[in-house]
């Protein structure tokens, strides 16, 4: 990335699986489905530019570079997208909370409510766009990838479908919460790629299981 990452992310990028599974499973409001959903896609990024770094076709080079480069790009996207994402539903987690003994009181965490419910939906959606980028990556490599990792071209794209399906769920989870109308109608637009996506990954599957058949 070229900006200056958070801390968060920081913190997330440092982090052991181990450590990282420990928290999942914790009673603990983050990390959750949405950071869940950004490891998913991040598994599929670093799939896509392992296969790429072992196909070594000089006829292909160009391509090959490109690839990994994007996947490269993404997978860091992917961990920034998963960090953001338990710094917002920490924010959510806090909202509510917040005091309700009077109609103002109800009213402002309302609000309060709305709006981070707003910011939490934002980072998974922006994981589905990456994986749709990444299951683009996997289907551009797949020709001319390396025979021997085609297997793992599958894996990632089974990644990418399985991130932008729990980014989904996340996404949705907070749509009923949020008071922009403009805004929930745009992520509900958003989340529509999923199935194609879904569609997309089954029939990199489908190929590579039959070329590895052969």
């Known amino acids: 990335m070229t900006t200056a990452e958070s801390p968060a992310t920081d913190e997330l990028d440092g982090q052991s699986l181990g450590e990282f599974l420990d928290q999942l499973a914790a009673r603990m409001a983050a990390p959750g489905a949405g950071a869940t959903a950004g490891v998913e896609a991040a598994l599929a990024a670093s799939l896509v530019a392992m296969v790429g770094r072992f196909t070594t076709d000089d006829e292909h080079a160009e391509l090959v570079r490109e690839v990994v480069a994007e ?17 917002a539903f920490t924010a959510v987690a806090q909202a509510m909370k917040l005091p309700r003994g009077t109609q103002e009181e109800q009213e402002s965490r309302r609000r ?6 707003l910011d939490a939906a934002r980072p998974p959606r922006a994981i ?16 001319v990838a390396n025979r021997n990792l085609v297997s793992d071209i599958a894996a990632a794209t089974a990644a990418a479908r399985a991130a ?17 109308e403009r805004a929930r109608a745009e992520l509900s637009a958003a989340v529509e790629v999923v199935d194609e996506l879904a569609r997309r990954a089954d029939a990199v599957e489908a190929e590579v299981r039959a070329l590895i058949r052969r």
Not at 128 to 142: F, G, K, P, W, Y
Not at 167 to 175: G, Q
């Open 71 to 87: 996947a490269d790009r993404q997978r860091e996207a992917c961990v920034a997208a998963a960090a953001a994402d338990q710094q």
């Open 112 to 117: 309060a409510l709305s709006a981070a419910r």
């Open 128 to 143: 589905i766009d990456v994986a749709v980028r990444l299951t683009s990556l996997a289907e551009r490599l797949l020709p």
């Open 164 to 180: 932008a399906a729990t980014a989904r769920l996340a996404v949705e989870t907070n749509l009923p919460g949020i008071d922009d």
